[in-house]
């Protein structure tokens, strides 16, 4: 008579109590046993997919085929206890105590307790099992085990599986029809995987997979991947179709982050991490059962801003396993690639762009890519064996579905492309054997002719050609040398124009590409990932602002005007757990402006502590100060503090010295934060002396102490199927001046955010604010005069989502405005989709200002204009045409502010890391009595360059 099963559950994620998948997963599980005992192979062999996995431990792993498995583990009995449970997507991980015995040839039993693990794969309604493993708890009797578990010399048992192992399962709810290729001849053995991490460095996740397996899932707390060397080279041409993916083991337990957390995605991927001696190689099968027509994949440019609103699967790895920076690589269906870089598990720079070769290709059932990455384009710890983070994100636009390899909580996956930011919750990479990197030399020499006219030059019009070289070499593997002689950026595309309706300088972003490169090292006094505010930021008065210690843009430019640099060099990278960062540019004399040839240099170490903290110090000296005698140098130290998940605290303090400066010239902050996807407040303390300077930094407002805070609660009602979440916040400041403390302004707001589930979002918001303006200020092109104004505003606004063919965020404002109204309304990232390879980008700011107050009463409006078409022959070649258009309204007679500029770009790669540029650049003066404009500048430039690696 067979015994029955005993079968406790006692399930961690559920608190014991069975639901819906987990009650199907326990049932699998005691039909298995069951089945087991009773000796019903057909039974048995019912709950394991093609291709299943089963290892028995005896200090190593022996894997045996399935019917081998039947004929040494059915007819005894079995019980099994203590059963944990989790779900994660279509898998399912569940591990027990099991009692029984093995029985082998010749009488042997193998007798239990054993730690019984199992991995299953819904399979339409079924549970299958993928991978089993049984590990002995008690010492078991001492034999030896040949492959496939025979005992070593003993005959071979009837029945039992030969020859290669079983292939790879096909993916679950993949059609029959979707196969890329024909079922494969018989190959050579599996590709084979490395042993696992090396012992200096301690695996803060699962312990790696089983030879031969891919991922060791854990839910969220972690996954180990296996990456696994080629033994035949792969055709990067995007078709999955090589004999290495029909042997290999896919990773397939990707689990959805949003819009549910621990989610089943809705859609299927398949996914490899392959390397050989030269290239890392990455891999994937994306299924998608809504077909090309459904796909939003409207951008080929690389580096474009809209390929994260598009379909794409991305990769990132934390190559150095720091659990803190990482390097990421996006692909979308019709080829769009980006690369960039994350520091300090936040402050992305999407200017960095290694060398990597991506193909995509469609197939029945979705679409597939293929990535190869060479070690060479990465830095990475010494030695061979190598232990990395990983993760994978793939998006579904039209469903507003975000996916991970690695299990990311809703607090953390946010809007979904900030969810890979939290480089702590990469998953491991295992298995990585990389060469030895030596000293990597690359040169890279440009030349560049062209003409220009500026009508404030005597002559005004003039040709040039020029020429200049760049230099990388790798120190070590952790530390690259950047060198640069006769550096031009004739290249970089214009500024945008910005409306100004504060009393501050606005500040520009970096666009030069010796500057952006690493430019996260530098990066100061800045938390990980972002924050969250509401409405009102300050008011018409625009805060305080916090100082940016180093502002790469001060070099190179003054006055507006481009000032020639001789040269500089550059260290960046990593050494133990220390960050560093050298720079020291020089610039020449440019009489037009006034500046003088200057040296600029900025020392910068950081160093990681704890879990997901840091400290460091930053220097930096401008050699010729602008506003004293001698030099101009400013120092500082900065933390952030990662207390828990949801927890952190930043600081920092600086200070600058310039000669015969008077005032205080400190300037410190301190925050603390706790954000989770339900609730977030912070607080925020800032204090800038009036003589704080930093001359390669950017002040925006100096002499005054803020205090500010805000809080948030962003419920997500279940109730109301087309919201996915609603978002309450509020927040304030309180700012005195620091030389008096007399009080300077102050506001509070609130703002109501309604996020649709197809990825529309709709707010409103209120804020009231104070200013006392001690002095006189230009503000929007009027003189107003001193005194205390105070301001009510209310602002609407509606973005329309990525999945539309036109998408943008259309926001319209009125309010008080020293003394008079405002009255604003605005098209912000706009996007109209004509075709994959042409976009139209406009962007549209009105401002109708009435100041009854001022010095010249009247109208004073300001409106910008922006237009970008691109054209894009391939990811790697495109045109583009920036057309602005600046004009204002005033009564105060101030005449010549108005512009309209055009600059036209071709950029081609035509091999890679080598580029050629033509460039035309016009800037008019429209404001004028003739029915035509008159003439600024303008400019024609070609510039071409190459790169040699030695």
Do not use: C
């Amino acid at each position: 008579m067979v015994a029955l099963v005993y079968l406790s559950l006692t399930l961690s994620a559920t608190g014991g109590r069975l639901h819906g998948q987990e009650a199907q997963v326990a049932e699998a599980i005691r039909r298995t046993f069951v089945a087991m005992e009773a000796g019903d192979r057909g039974a048995l062999r019912a709950e394991y997919a093609p291709g299943a996995r089963i290892f028995l431990d005896r200090g190593g792993l022996v894997e045996f085929s399935l019917d081998r498995w039947l004929d040494v583990a059915v007819g005894e009995e079995w019980s099994v206890r203590s059963v944990e449970i989790r779900i994660l997507g279509r898998t399912a991980v569940s591990t027990a105590e099991v009692s029984g015995a093995l029985r082998f040839e010749a009488g042997i039993f193998v007798e239990g307790p054993f730690r019984y693990s199992e991995t299953r794969e819904r399979q339409r309604d079924t549970w299958r099992i993928v991978q089993q493993e049984m590990v002995p708890l008690t010492p078991a009797v001492a034999m030896q085990l040949e492959s496939d578990g025979r005992l070593a010399n003993a005959p071979p048992v009837d029945g039992s599986s030969g020859g290669a192992p079983p292939a790879a399962p096909l993916p679950s709810g993949a059609p029959a029809s979707a196969a890329v290729a024909a079922p494969p001849a018989p190959r050579p053995a599996r590709a084979t995987p490395a042993e696992g991490p090396p012992a200096t460095l301690e695996i803060d996740d699962p312990p790696p997979p089983p030879p031969g397996a891919a991922i060791n899932q854990s839910f969220q707390n972690g996954a180990t991947i296996r990456a696994f060397r080629l033994t035949e080279p792969l055709d990067i041409d995007g078709v999955v179709d090589e004999a290495f993916y029909e042997r290999t083991p896919s990773i397939r337990e990707f689990v959805q982050g949003v819009p549910v957390e621990d989610g089943e995605p809705t859609e299927l991927t398949e996914a490899w991490i392959s390397f050989d001696d030269e290239n890392v190689y990455v891999s994937a099968r994306v299924w998608d059962s809504g077909g090309p027509e459904s796909w939003i994949a409207n951008e080929m440019r690389r580096d474009a801003a809209q390929l994260r609103s598009n379909d794409h699967l991305a990769v990132f790895f934390d190559t150095y396993y720091d659990r803190r920076n990482a390097v990421g690589l996006s692909v979308s269906p019709i080829g769009g690639f980006s690369d960039f870089q994350i520091t300090n598990e936040g402050n992305p720079n999407m200017d960095w762009n290694p060398i990597w070769v991506s193909r995509t290709a469609l197939f029945d059932g979705g679409w597939s890519v293929e990535m190869s990455i060479p070690f060479k384009s990465l830095r990475y710890r010494p030695g061979r064996d190598q232990v990395w983070g990983v993760q994978f994100r793939r998006s579904v636009l039209r469903k507003n579905e975000w996916i991970f390899a690695r299990a990311l909580p809703l607090s953390v996956g946010g809007n979904g492309t900030s969810g890979t930011f939290r480089v702590s919750m990469y998953a491991t990479l295992v298995g990585i054997e990389a060469p030895e990197l030596g000293r990597n030399l690359e040169v890279k020499p440009y030349g560049i002719a062209g003409s220009r006219t500026d009508v404030t030059r005597t002559p005004r019009d003039d040709q040039y050609a020029d020429g200049g070289l760049d230099v990388k070499y790798g120190i070590t593997e952790n530390l690259t040398a950047d060198f640069t002689v006769n550096t031009d950026f004739a290249q970089v595309e214009v500024d945008e124009q910005q409306v100004n309706l504060t009393r501050f300088n606005l500040s520009f972003p970096e666009k030069r590409e010796f500057f952006l490169e690493s430019r996260g090292v530098f990066d100061f006094g800045l938390s990980a990932g972002g924050g969250f505010g509401g409405f009102g930021g300050g008011g018409p008065g625009g805060g305080g602002g916090v100082p940016t210690l180093f502002y790469s843009r001060s070099i190179g430019l003054q006055g507006g005007r481009a000032v020639p640099i001789l040269g500089g060099g550059r260290l960046t990278g990593k050494v133990g757990s220390f960050d560093v960062g050298l720079m020291s540019i020089q610039t020449d004399d440019e009489p037009t402006v006034g500046a003088e040839s200057t040296n600029f240099s900025v020392a910068r170490v950081r160093r990681d502590i704890l879990g997901r903290s840091s400290i460091g110090a930053l220097f930096q000296n401008r050699s010729k100060s602008l506003t004293g005698q001698g030099s101009n140098y400013a120092w500082g130290v900065d933390g952030f503090f990662g207390l828990t998940d949801d927890l952190s605290v930043l600081g920092y303090f600086a200070k600058s010295h310039t000669e015969n400066s008077s005032g205080l010239e400190d300037s410190y902050r301190g925050r603390i934060a706790y954000d989770t996807d339900l609730f977030g407040v912070n607080v925020d303390h800032l204090v800038v002396g009036a003589a704080f300077n930093p001359e390669i930094g950017f002040v925006r407002r100096d002499d005054f102490r803020q205090t500010s805070g805000s809080m948030r609660l962003s419920p997500r009602p279940r109730s109301i199927s087309w919201i996915r979440q609603i978002t309450l916040s509020g927040n304030g400041t309180y700012l005195q001046q620091e030389s008096t403390r007399d009080l300077e302004s102050w506001d509070a707001g609130g703002q109501l955010s309604v996020q649709l589930e197809n990825s529309d979002n709709f707010s409103v918001g209120f804020g009231h604010s104070y200013e006392n303006l001690v002095l006189p200020a230009r503000i929007s092109g009027a003189l107003v005069p001193a005194g205390e104004y105070s301001f009510n505003e209310e602002q609407v606004s509606f973005r329309l989502g990525p999945q539309r063919f036109f998408s943008a965020n259309l926001s319209a404002s009125h309010g008080h405005y020293y003394g008079g109204t405002i009255t604003s309304a605005g098209l912000g990232g706009g996007r109209v989709e004509v075709t994959p390879q042409i976009s139209v980008e406009p962007s549209v700011n009105f401002n109708w200002i009435r100041l009854p107050n001022a010095q010249v009463p009247g109208r004073y409006d300001q409106h910008v204009a922006v237009t970008r078409v691109t054209y894009t022959m391939s990811p790697r070649a495109y045109v583009s045409g920036l057309v602005q258009y600046a004009f204002t309204k005033n009564d105060a007679g101030i005449s010549g502010n108005d512009t309209f500029s055009a600059n036209f770009r071709f950029r081609w790669e035509w091999a890679p890391g080598s580029e050629l540029f033509l460039v035309y650049t016009e800037d008019r003066n429209p404001d004028v009595t003739d029915r035509w404009s008159t003439l600024r500048n303008r400019g024609f430039v070609i510039k071409v360059n190459r790169l040699l690696r030695i």
